[in-house]
């Protein structure tokens, strides 16, 4: 409830000026906010605070950038596209605005805590993130895969950004169209990369010699020494060297179209983050930066016709 001094006066101003009269949070005009019951007995005006679509801006700037649980504001109300009339709730009276609930939001960073390290354990210690092929055995890992790196990336942070966002504003539409693009980039790129991975094995070297030397091993008596050939298939099976050489090298080292997709996620990713925290909105990117997005994807897909199967290429980019 909000007492207002001469609120006859206001409501008659409203009804000349036809305008409605809205409720105003420092100074910034929550439009679309409207009365929800006058009383002229107690000169009172009853708000329900939602997140409109119109005072979309105004919730931006006050919840955005949170560094406290509890903002003081100063409250006042006003005619919809006008000023606020003069308030005592101000200064030492100001209105205390729950910005986000504690244990709401301790809560959800429990949730994501839990799901940031089941990637990063199992992104590390299984074939979750990796390129298809052979298991390297004893005990190594198949080399990361770029594409499902990327695609886990933005999973992570569009799932970050839509809980944070609702565990402070309640809202569970901050889904963009440009975000559902982003994360479509991701899933086709990693998608394309396995289809084309599937049409190659019959053609990849790499795998054709594996194939030769397992049966071989196999057509051996029983109690042969089998330790030279299972050196070469050793020797043979791609396995992963680190994180960054796994997702920038091809059979000619680090490629380019790569490197570019890398670090394009990278800047969209800073950028998306920056946001989600400054407005507490998940970004609107312009179609040209999501074209830039998609062309570097393509490109690497592109370049990945002309390549050999992933293995092939991870085999020769760790030799």
């Known amino acids: 409830m909000v007492g207002v001094e001469n609120l006859s006066d206001l409501l008659a101003q409203a009804k000349k000026e036809r305008h409605e009269i809205i409720l105003y949070l420092d100074g910034l005009p929550l439009r679309g906010v409207y009365p929800e019951s006058i009383d002229l007995i107690r000169n009172e005006l009853r708000f329900e605070l939602r997140r409109s679509d119109a005072a979309r801006p105004t919730w931006a700037a006050l919840l955005g950038k949170p560094t406290h649980f509890v903002r003081n504001v100063s409250l006042s109300v006003g005619l919809e596209d006008g000023h606020p009339v003069d308030t005592a709730v101000q200064g030492r009276n100001s209105f205390r605005l729950v910005v986000v609930h504690g244990s709401w939001l301790l809560a959800c960073l429990g949730l ?16 979750m993130l990796r390129d298809s092929g052979p298991d390297p055995g004893d005990g190594r890992l198949r080399p990361y895969s770029l594409a499902k790196t990327q695609m886990a990336f933005w999973f992570f942070l569009i799932v970050s950004a839509f809980v944070i966002i609702w565990a402070i504003t309640g809202s569970h539409d901050s889904i963009t169209e440009s975000v559902l693009v982003l994360m479509g980039i991701g899933s086709d790129t990693a998608l394309g990369v396995a289809v084309q991975d599937k049409g190659k094995e019959h053609s990849s070297k790499v795998l054709k010699e594996l194939d030769e030397l397992r049966s071989q091993r196999a057509a051996l008596a029983a109690g042969t020494d089998t330790t030279e050939i299972d050196a070469k298939i050793k020797e043979k099976t791609p ?3 680190h994180f960054m050489t796994d997702v920038l090298t091809d059979a000619d080292g680090i490629s380019l179209h790569r490197f570019q997709m890398f670090v394009w996620t990278l800047v969209l990713g800073v950028i998306f983050i920056k946001e989600v925290y400054c407005n507490l909105a998940m970004p609107e990117f312009n179609a040209t930066l ?19 199967h992933s293995t092939e290429q991870s085999k020769q980019a760790n030799d």
């Open 112 to 127: 994501l805590a839990l799901i940031f390290i089941w990637l990063w354990v199992w992104g590390r210690k299984s074939q």
């Open 290 to 308: 999501l074209a830039l997005m998609g062309i570097s994807s393509g490109t690497f897909l592109g370049f990945m016709i002309s390549e050999g």
């Open 239 to 241: 396995a992963s060297v």
